[in-house]
Nanobody, 125 residues
Framework: QVQLVESGGGLVQAGGSLRLSCAAS????????MGWFRQAPGKEREFVAG????????YYADSVKGRFTISRDNAKNTVYLQMNSLKPDDTAVYYC??????????????????WGQGTQVTVSS
């Protein structure tokens, strides 16, 4: 059974930082492209960042480029999202997702096979 478990969310002031983690089990982690998505209240879920199976290629939404960094540790079956210079607009539930190989259409939810339960990030002004 595949499980993706996010952690690291919380309440932070604007300008602060958080590091999200997503621990994967039940799959061959190094074969999966990983992504982070988020959903703010009243809005649709949106792509935040993605990383290829090897970690060699990363992708970001324009809204987080330069502030967020996605990385992975295949030995620990974990993907991370380092979030710096946080803004109130970053407030959302953050989800990690996994898809088997490939990075085409990496920003599209439908391309992902597995999802975590989400972790809340709240940025106060």
């Amino acid at each position: 059974q595949v499980q993706l478990v996010e952690s690291g969310g919380g309440l932070v002031q604007a300008g602060g930082s958080l590091r999200l983690s997503c621990a994967a089990s039940g799959l061959t982690f190094s074969s999966y492209t990983m992504g982070w998505f988020r959903q703010a209240p009243g809005k649709e879920r949106e792509f935040v960042a993605g990383i290829s199976w090897s970690g060699g290629t990363t992708y970001y939404a324009d809204s987080v480029k330069g502030r967020f960094t996605i990385s992975r540790d295949n030995a620990k079956n974990t993907v991370y999202l380092q979030m710096n210079s946080l803004k109130p607009d970053d407030t959302a539930v953050y989800y990690c997702a996994a898809r088997l190989f490939g990075t085409t259409r990496i920003r599209e939810e439908r391309e992902y096979n597995y999802w975590g339960q989400g972790t809340q990030v709240t940025v106060s002004s």
